[in-house]
């Protein structure tokens, strides 16, 4: 479980937006880059190298 407020001042390494918590995949999304970020042992991984790419359409459910 993540922290709110962990989670409120998160944002994305490469376009500085707001994330959004998939609790059930334990990932951080960025819906402007179509990327996922892992969250290992309730740590989230903001690094562009470990993230995950999004299709569009994966990223639909989102929005
Ligand atoms: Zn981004």
Do not use: H, W
């Not at 994330?19 to 995949?25: F, H, N, S």
């Not at 951080?28 to 569009?56: G, H, Q, T, Y």
Request: with cysteine; aromatic share 4%; charged share 30%.
């Amino acid at each position: 479980m993540l922290d709110q407020k962990l989670l409120s001042i998160l944002a994305c390494p490469v376009c500085k937006g707001d994330l959004q918590y998939d609790q059930a995949a334990k990932e951080l999304i960025c819906l402007a880059d179509a990327m996922a970020f892992p969250v290992k042992d309730d740590v989230p991984v903001m690094l562009s190298n470990e993230a995950r790419e999004m299709s569009l359409q994966e990223t639909e459910k989102y929005r």
